[in-house]
Structure formats: structure tokens, C-alpha cells
């Protein structure tokens, strides 16, 4: 029997944003900061992985040139004041048809599920005209992924491209790993184009008819919706969250006596939900599978070192536990992973393969349309011998500086705080240590003539 309570979890979540009051553009984030909550703690700022939060006058800053969406800084803020913006369920009426595209870990929020078609009915269910499976596209992406290094085309360790984060991490942050990136879509995007193709061709509908909704369990997904990597443009029109739909889902899915079969995927594509599951959809010994922003860094750190080159193929997930553990899911991520593993002994292993006769499912139609590409933000200067007399300031700053990386002074490190300054976006005086230094300092120096002058003053005055 299936349990359709509710999990806790689900009522600490804060309403978002909705997309469609939101200026779309090319530096668009689905992470937001709402102000008026901030107290200016420095919880973010630590966990950032790419240092993008500053505290300045009390408040915490987002850098969106540095911001990858990683969902880090809503994970861990005690006042709930970043949130992630996504669309409502109104929005499908903006579309005469409409197609859900569940996410895998959507499959993990259910207790003692065992058909993937109750959830699927009760998408319908809530409006949406069709249901499309983005496990049945990550099927045809490892199919794909399979071929292409069979044939030795890709420089390894290859890295997946799926975690929408990871990717923009290596962007920022990585840059002599571009090259190792997959040239593959996402799933979601797989999934969206044959969705929307299929829509067209067996209903004759128009492209803007069709409104595509990926049922999200990250904010990462949903700014790779709006602001792409590596292609041109999106298959997909919005993005639900899954926390926001959760609720309404749960309420159809109690009225389903008899779900319809609606399934068409296999165990493959239903484990790219946890942590491993796309790499050992490979058939390959040597991958490595690593989650959670922490435990991604160390591993790039290693690859860039070259001190993994035996390996042929790295998954990585921002999240802990995989794609279930976004921070728009409603269960514990290992929980959800459980659950995962329970369902897939009632799949078939793969029921999507490359199909070069059907619409958007060749070889070809996997590939992004452009490569990744390190993208640098906040150089110190556009002129090299500029840049590097910045550099030695930096360092002498950091000398200054007490080491201590406390964040007090509102950026993460010692260091970000001697880039800041450098550019002229903070001063020496926000560190606290430096500046009790400098009192110290210039009290030691004012005390002798204090002294003196109270010395002369009493002889004045006894005269």
C-alpha cells in the first residue's frame, strides 16, 4: 500500500517567487535574497562555494556573476531569507496543451511506492495533458554516453554534465576542466524536445501552444531553464518545484483507485535520481560518483592536479545524495534514496534506446549546441600589468590581515576580503582584528604624550 502522508519537511518551506513577474535575462538566478529577513549572520557566506555572499551594512550581497545556484545558501540559513524562484501550477493556463516532466528524485518523496504510474496519473491528474519522463531521457543519454566513449571521441575523465551547478562551478572556478565536460544535453532537456516534437507531429499543435513544465528538485535546474550553459535555448517553458507541488500531487494521488499505464522507463534512468546512478548506467569499472558542493570541490581539485587520470568517467551532484537531495525536495535525501533503490526492483532495466527514426532520439539530437566555456568574473583588471600589481597588493593585504578567516568583516576569507579591498569595494577598517590592531597601535603611540601633557598640566596648576 502506498503512504501518501505528508512529510514535516515539507511545511519548513517557504513560498517562492513565481517566474512570470520575473525580467528574464541572460544573468538570470532562481536563488534570491529577500532582505528584510537578513540579520547579516555569516552562515552563507561559509558555505558558498564560490565565495558569491558578502555581509555589507548588515545584509547579506549576492554576487549573480558568481552565483551558480547550488541552493547552499538556502540550505543553511537559519531565517529563511534566500529562496529560490519557480513557477505555480496557474501558469499551465497560459498554454493550450501542457506536458509534466517529473524528475526521477520526484519518485523517491513517496513512501511505499511501487508504480511509478500513481504519480504520473496524479500529474494528469492536476492539469497537465501529457506526462514525459525525464528518466526515460536519461536513459537515452547514457545510451549515448555509452556510444561516444566507446569510440574514444571524449578527452577523460569525462565529467557529467547533468548538475546544472557543477557545471557553472567549473565555469567560475575550473577552467582547464571545461574541455573534460560531457557535450551531452541534460535529461530534462532530452526529455523536453522529444516531448514537445512528439506533441507537434502526432497532434498538430503549434510550439507556443505547448508549455513543457520540468517538476524541479533544485533551483539550478530551473536557472539552466531560463539562462542556458551550453545551448541556445530551452526545451523546457517553467519549472514547479517540487515542494510546491508536492501537496496537490498527494491529494490526487489518494483519489487513484486505478493508475493509468503511463510508465516508460527502466531502472537505468530511474537511478540517475541518486548519487551514482548515471555512472553506473556506463557499464564501466572506473568512475567515481561524488555529491554534496564539499566533496565536488575536493574531486576537481584532484583532477585538475592530474591525480586522476585512471578514471574514465565522474559523476558529480552539488546536492548531497544526488539530485533527492535538492533543496526543493521535501524528504531526507537518503531517505529518498531508499526509496529509490526499493523501486527499481519492479523495473526493467532500460526501456530507451538511441532511435535515429524518431523525433529528437539520434545521436546528433543529444549533443549541446555549444562547448563549455571558463567564463572569468571579477578579474582584478582587463590589463595584465595592471592585474598583477593588484596581485601583489593583494598579497600584501593578506600579510596585514590576521589569517583567521572568521568572516566577521563580511566576506568568507582573509583573502576575499584583500580582493575586495583592492578593488575598492571594502576597507581594511571591516576587519575586526585589524582594526583593534590599529587602536592598539595608536593608543601605544598617544599614551606617552598623553602622559606628558598631564605631567605639565599638574606642575601648571600646583603653580
Excluded at 529577513?37 to 562555494?49: A, D
Aim: glycine share 6%; with cysteine.
Amino acid at each position: 500500500m502506498i503512504d501518501l502522508s505528508f512529510p514535516i519537511s515539507i511545511f519548513l518551506h517557504l513560498p517562492y517567487f513565481p517566474l512570470e513577474v520575473m525580467i528574464l535575462t541572460k544573468d538570470f538566478h532562481s536563488v534570491t535574497l529577500k532582505k528584510d529577513l537578513c540579520t547579516g549572520c555569516t552562515n552563507c557566506i561559509k558555505r558558498c562555494p564560490t565565495q558569491a555572499i558578502r555581509i555589507r551594512e548588515g545584509k547579506a550581497r549576492i554576487k549573480d556573476a558568481l552565483c551558480i545556484d547550488c541552493g547552499e545558501c538556502i540550505r543553511v540559513c537559519p531565517n529563511h531569507a534566500k529562496r529560490a524562484k519557480s513557477d505555480k501550477l496557474e501558469e499551465l493556463q497560459r498554454f493550450s496543451y501542457t506536458i509534466a516532466l517529473p524528475a526521477p528524485s520526484l519518485y523517491g518523496q513517496v513512501k511505499h511506492l511501487h508504480d511509478i504510474d500513481y504519480i504520473l496519473t496524479g500529474l494528469k491528474r492536476l492539469g497537465f495533458d501529457h506526462v514525459f519522463e525525464v528518466a526515460a531521457g536519461a536513459e537515452l543519454v547514457s545510451d549515448a554516453t555509452r556510444k561516444l566513449m566507446g569510440q574514444g571521441k571524449l578527452e577523460t575523465p569525462v565529467i557529467s554534465s547533468a548538475c546544472p551547478a557543477v557545471v557553472r562551478l567549473i565555469k567560475v572556478r575550473f577552467p582547464n576542466l571545461c574541455d573534460h565536460v560531457l557535450p551531452l544535453r541534460a535529461p530534462m532537456e532530452v526529455a523536453a524536445r522529444i516531448a514537445r516534437e512528439e506533441a507537434i507531429h502526432a497532434r498538430g499543435l503549434s510550439d507556443k501552444d505547448i508549455g513543457v513544465f520540468f517538476i524541479t528538485p533544485c533551483p539550478a535546474k530551473v536557472t539552466e531553464i531560463r539562462s542556458p550553459i551550453a545551448n541556445d535555448r530551452s526545451w523546457v517553458d517553467g519549472a514547479i518545484a517540487i515542494s510546491e507541488i508536492y501537496p496537490a500531487l498527494v491529494e490526487q494521488m489518494n483519489r487513484i483507485e486505478t493508475p493509468e499505464p503511463l510508465s516508460g522507463s527502466g531502472l537505468i534512468g530511474v537511478s540517475w535520481a541518486k548519487s551514482g546512478g548515471e555512472a553506473s548506467a556506463l557499464i564501466k569499472e572506473k568512475y567515481l560518483a561524488a555529491d554534496g558542493i564539499e566533496n565536488v570541490i575536493s574531486v576537481l581539485e584532484e583532477l585538475e592536479d592530474d591525480r586522476l587520470k585512471e578514471l574514465d568517467f565522474i559523476e558529480l551532484n552539488a546536492c548531497s545524495g544526488g539530485c533527492v537531495g535538492g533543496v526543493l525536495t521535501v524528504e531526507n535525501p537518503y531517505v529518498a534514496q531508499a526509496r529509490v533503490n526499493h523501486l527499481r526492483k519492479y523495473l526493467p532495466v532500460s526501456t530507451n534506446h538511441l532511435n535515429p527514426s524518431a523525433p529528437a532520439q539520434s545521436l546528433e539530437d543529444m549533443f549541446c549546441d555549444n562547448p563549455v566555456e571558463y567564463t572569468p568574473v571579477f578579474p582584478l583588471s582587463d590589463n595584465l600589468e595592471k592585474a598583477m600589481e593588484m596581485m601583489d597588493e593583494v598579497d600584501k593585504m593578506c600579510a596585514l590581515l590576521p589569517g583567521l578567516d572568521c568572516g566577521s568583516c563580511g566576506a568568507p576569507f582573509c583573502k576575499a576580503l584583500a580582493e575586495d579591498i583592492v578593488r575598492g569595494e571594502a576597507q581594511s577598517s571591516d576587519c575586526v582584528f585589524f582594526m583593534v590592531e590599529r587602536i592598539r597601535n595608536s593608543m601605544e603611540r598617544i599614551t606617552p604624550d598623553m602622559m606628558r601633557f598631564k605631567d605639565n598640566w599638574r606642575r601648571g596648576y600646583k603653580k
